[in-house]
């Protein structure tokens, strides 16, 4: 009789969408994890005949999918959710958000705002998030005491502010921070020069240059607004699009957020140089920006993730929100139900976005040899039975309230809905803090 392989954790459900393959479901399957990796997926039964674990979780009544990608947010917005809304976007950001930001954001506003959005995210099932925002030491520094995994924006913007006095000294200290925690297990880095209207081609030709250097993801909002590309056209002639291309920023390192306003040469522009897209819906709805063409570039094979962007213009992070939007909005506006079934829109909240940022040999799917990386959904209350199909469940009929436990990298971060690395009453002191100093000054 062989001797059973030692691990450490075996995880029995009683589905396991792995999201690669498309479309399939494991029924009462267990997922084998020893050092944080995923080393064996397979029948329950086979699995207790096979592996000696330190511990077995059985959630009985559960599906085990791949932790979700936020591909674009702002993770410290958390402390200004909700202080400007109903508002187009350059007038939020001008008349609200920016002077708020350049009166009290500093790193402490950052550490907190960022563990408190840390906190939302885990509790939502998210286990990655792509950022950018300012003083990102310390979304690191909370990234890291959450235990979720992180890709730190390395912000980039040519007016100064609290952070930095100019574009030269964004990148300078932005590169500084990619040094001192570029071997960290949880975090890796992508520029964040922040938008085309904020950035100039100077700036972005150096973040190219950097960019081709060390490999490293560029992320910026582009073509969200129509006002954006109006302002391209009156300051460089062009549209926000062509100027990245006459620049040489359209490659495969580039992740656009939002997109919404495009041609369609700009689309075919964006699918011929394998451009990612980080689609937030409820954002671009909320602001009223409009409706990105997502079932026309899923036709040309862009690849497209989710995300939520900021709190304070959206104002959840919350995924499952984003993917029963965009897989509704995509049928409404193209006036086809088969468009982004729910197996595509999982694939794009999870595998999609690990693709974009360069991990998609990581994470992103439950796959073996891949970090284990997991959420799982109870389904168990009686607005989620009966389930004939899982996969469109987590799509439309699950919430994040459904999330039960999540792992990264092996480590269980939250355990039967309970917070296991952030303290949820010192979260709650922090943010009452921040929310009267907020308000006080904004009656100012």
Not at 199 to 206: A, E, L, R
Not at 398 to 408: F, G, I, N
Request: charged share 15%; glycine share 6%; proline share 4%.
């Amino acid at each position: 009789m062989n001797e059973r392989i030692q691990t450490d954790t075996l995880i029995e459900a009683k589905w396991i969408i792995p999201v690669e393959p498309a479309g399939i479901v494991l029924t009462q399957h267990a997922i084998v994890i020893d050092q944080g990796i995923i080393c064996d997926i397979l029948p329950i039964h086979e699995a207790l005949v096979r592996y000696y674990p330190q511990q077995i979780i059985t959630l009985k009544d559960h599906v085990l999918i791949p932790g979700l990608i936020n591909l674009h947010t702002h993770a410290a917005m958390t402390l200004i959710r909700g202080l400007a809304d109903d508002v187009p976007l350059m007038e939020w950001l001008n008349r609200y958000i920016w002077p708020a930001e350049n009166q009290h954001v500093n790193t402490q506003f950052v550490l907190d705002g960022t563990q408190l959005a840390c906190a939302e995210m885990i509790r939502g099932g998210i286990t990655c998030f792509n950022d950018m925002y300012f003083f990102p030491g310390s979304c690191a520094q909370s990234a890291i005491m959450s235990g979720i995994r992180a890709v730190i924006g390395l912000v980039v913007i040519d007016f100064p502010t609290a952070y930095a006095n100019d574009a030269d000294d964004y990148l300078s200290k932005g590169l500084e921070l990619r040094d001192k925690y570029q071997h960290h297990p949880l975090l890796s880095f992508c520029f964040a020069p922040h938008a085309p209207y904020t950035v100039s081609d100077k700036t972005f030709s150096s973040v190219l240059t950097y960019s081709e250097q060390l490999d490293i993801a560029v992320h910026t909002h582009l073509h969200e607004t129509e006002d954006e590309i109006r302002m391209s056209l009156d300051s460089a002639g062009k549209r926000p699009i062509e100027r990245m291309q006459h620049l040489g920023l359209l490659s495969p390192n580039l992740i656009g957020a939002h997109m919404v306003h495009l041609t369609d040469s700009e689309t075919k522009l964006i699918q011929q140089y394998g451009c990612s897209i980080a689609h937030c819906p409820s954002s671009n709805m909320k602001l009223a920006s409009g409706f990105a063409p997502v079932t026309a570039l899923l036709d040309q094979g862009v690849n497209i993730g989710l995300g939520t962007d900021g709190a304070a213009s959206n104002n959840r992070l919350d995924m499952f929100e984003e993917m029963r939007l965009a897989a509704l909005l995509a049928k409404g506006i193209s006036g086809r139900a088969d468009a982004l079934p729910a197996h595509q829109v999982l694939r794009m909240a999870t595998l999609n976005g690990a693709n974009a940022l360069g991990l998609g040999n990581t994470t992103g799917s439950l796959t073996i040899g891949k970090a284990a990386d997991i959420t799982a959904i109870d389904f168990s209350e009686l607005n989620l039975v009966p389930c004939y199909n899982p996969i469109s469940h987590v799509v439309y009929t699950a919430s994040r309230e459904q999330v039960s436990h999540v792992w990264v990298n092996g480590k269980m971060l939250l355990h039967d809905k309970k917070l296991t690395t952030l303290n949820q009453v010192d979260l709650h002191y922090r943010t009452a803090f921040w929310q009267e100093r907020i308000a006080a000054s904004s009656k100012q």
